[in-house]
């Protein structure tokens, strides 16, 4: 349980913070000045300290230098009723992890006190381990067998239902995002299984075009069509008694669909130009970043292949969402990158690893790999600085909105918006009234974007206090 301190001299407001972190699985501690708050901390470590910038004996500025000095590990968050821009720059550059305004907003600070917490200990992390795996006999990362096993709850939760179902011989739908290792877990539930011994094939059906893909699924005899020179033995057949992965399934034409599922359902094949059937005994595991069931509804997926596949299904969390798992996932692929390019790069600095933490990842893990891969090559030194990392990624630039794509519009808290609830300003554009709250909304989206929706700050860099800028995202349907 990590834990938290609130130095607070106004004991509504810590007893009400102290309530709700609570409630939200932190332990918390609370002092009512800055001289017990340092009492407090030479006789318990926490992970994280809340501290009000205005203390009847001290202030926030005079705290933070007493513990970073004296606790650097700890991270600290400035509490305060004034908004002051320089004042929060200034405070961040001296080591605070962030300033927040009053009133406080539970979302926000929850959102923020987490994100210091992932930070703090990703910190302490790469101080220890720089890097995990080396001939020198450092600490290995913890593998298996390929997939690195991580610390998020979403990863112990997603080790724990490769472990249920590998055993079985069920059917395996992995859905998630692109880049968010499916195809790793694929391999994961074969190699934990009774067929360990056995093949493991993957197809990429994504690739596959309507006229080859029955000849890559169920082979084909010499001559049996123009340009089978030679007989191929399909996937299906090259699986047999193992395992057959089948990435991006959602992607196969109906056609191929409906001779998917006799195969599935009878465990026969027969190859092109063939009137001999082949016995199978082949667990199938797909996966898709589609949403089947809205592709059934919409006539491009088979309902019943669906459920011949969907015996176990696993949802892949993004990358955004494992915070913990960032650095051992970019020190086990630094290592791999050392072996590969034939590199010594030993370690990230700190700028790197907050840019990490920070960065919303939307390639995932595919994309932190290739990035790492990149940092390993063009660093100068055994260091990997921000000097080598994308503009994007070392000046935690969000991504940009698609306006023109009105039915995948989500706020970057993660809240959807249908179309219809927010305000059609494009088609009013020649309102000049209307051609102001355009222009007025699109402000605020880039500024919100820019600060990571951190709206404290939003709200400094728009010149207007924190409510009113609520008020404004209110009224374009900005939650």
Not at 255 to 277: D, F, P
Not at 389 to 399: A, G, H, Q
Not at 402 to 419: H, I, K, L
Not at 463 to 472: A, H, P, V
């Amino acid at each position: 349980m990590k834990k938290i301190l609130i130095i607070d001299d106004e004991v509504n407001v810590a007893l009400l913070l102290s309530k709700f972190l609570t409630r939200n699985g932190f332990y918390v501690s609370t002092a009512a000045s800055g001289n017990s708050g340092i009492e407090q901390l030479k006789n318990e470590e926490f992970d994280l300290v809340l501290c009000d910038y205005r203390l009847e004996d001290t202030d926030g500025r005079e705290m933070l230098r007493k513990i970073k000095n004296q606790y650097p590990n700890t991270g600290v968050i400035i509490i305060t009723g004034y908004s002051d821009i320089k004042m929060a720059v200034e405070l961040i550059k001296m080591g605070a992890y962030d300033y927040i305004s009053k009133p406080l907003y539970p979302d926000e600070i929850l959102n923020t006190i987490t994100k210091a917490i992932e930070t703090r200990q990703a910190l302490i992390d790469g101080a220890n381990t720089p890097l995990p795996v080396s001939k020198a006999g450092k600490k290995q990362v913890p593998l298996a067998d390929g997939v690195v096993v991580g610390t998020s709850r979403a990863s112990k939760e997603l080790s724990r239902q490769i472990e249920l179902v590998a055993p079985t011989n069920y059917s395996v739908i992995i859905l998630g995002e692109s880049g968010s290792g499916k195809e790793e877990v694929a391999k994961s539930i074969h190699l934990h299984s009774h067929r360990s011994n056995q093949p493991f094939i993957a197809m990429d059906c994504g690739s596959l075009t309507k006229e080859l893909a029955a000849s890559e699924f169920f082979g084909h005899e010499k001559g049996s069509f123009t340009g089978a020179f030679a007989t191929k033995i399909g996937h299906f057949e090259m699986a047999n008694g193992g395992t057959l992965f089948l990435d991006e399934v959602g992607n196969l034409s109906y056609e191929i669909q409906a001779a998917l599922l006799r195969t599935v359902q009878e465990r026969k094949v027969k190859r092109i130009g063939s009137t001999k059937e082949i016995d199978l005994d082949v667990r199938i595991i797909v996966a898709t970043n589609e949403n089947l069931a809205e592709a059934i509804n919409k006539g491009k997926f088979r309902e019943d292949l669906y459920h011949r596949f969907n015996e176990f299904s696993i949802v892949m969390p993004p990358l955004r969402d494992r915070g913990s798992d960032i650095m051992l996932l970019a020190a086990h692929f630094l290592q791999a990158a050392n072996q590969e390019l034939q590199r010594n790069v030993t370690h990230f600095s700190p700028e790197v690893i907050e840019c990490f933490m920070n960065y919303r990842w939307q390639g995932n893990v595919r994309e932190l790999k290739n990035i790492v891969r990149r940092a390993a090559l063009i660093s100068e030194g055994s260091e990997i600085t921000t000097k080598s990392l994308p503009l994007e990624i070392s000046n935690y630039k969000m991504p940009m909105f698609d306006y023109s794509n009105q039915q995948n519009s989500y706020s970057q808290t993660g809240n959807y918006q249908a179309p219809e609830q927010r305000h059609d300003i494009k088609e009013q554009r020649h309102d000049l009234k209307n051609a102001a709250l355009e222009a007025e909304y699109e402000t605020i989206l880039r500024v919100l974007r820019e600060v990571n929706f951190n709206k404290t700050r939003a709200a400094e860099i728009l010149n207007i206090d924190r409510k009113t800028l609520y008020n404004k995202m209110k009224a374009i349907n900005l939650k």
